[in-house]
């Protein structure tokens, strides 16, 4: 598992939360990729795809909230959170610009401008478990969301991020 607790400085004191509990599947290391890139140090750009939710949008931005605001696109690197059926995927790519084989203008030699994607990694999978309303607090903490697996995974069709 994953233990994720958000704290933010405002004004010269500390406030806390939220923290989240992920349970972490299907890990696999970036040597482990086939034809895997190598990491820069430039801030990545963000994709947060399928958090529609209430809690979703409230996982969306907690996730967001990981990286610095400020994306380097120079370094053309994507970091993705995708969720799928209350799986969050997380993915690390590089996308890279080359020429097409086909032709827009001739009399320019303009050809179209193709791109693709390679895997830096790690890439893994996170469930979420709990979140919780301020610092991590087993006796005394506030729980917003708790997954309950008997009472909420009645039904395949339901989702609550």
Known sequence: GMT???????????????????????????????????????IPELNLHGFGTRLGHRIGRFMGSLFPHNAQFEGRQVVTFHNQRDYIFVRHHRYIFYEGKQVLDEAKGLKKTRA???ELGPRFTLKLRWLQEGTFDTQFGEYEWFHKRKEM?????????
């Open 116 to 118: 693709r994607l390679q």
């Open 153 to 161: 995974d009645t039904t395949r069709r339901r989702f609550h991020l």
């Open 4 to 42: 994720i607790s958000h704290l933010k400085q405002h004004e010269g004191h500390v406030s806390a939360g939220p923290t989240a509990f992920f349970k972490v599947s299907n890990v696999v290391t970036a040597q482990s990729l086939p034809n895997h890139g190598c990491k820069t140090s430039h």
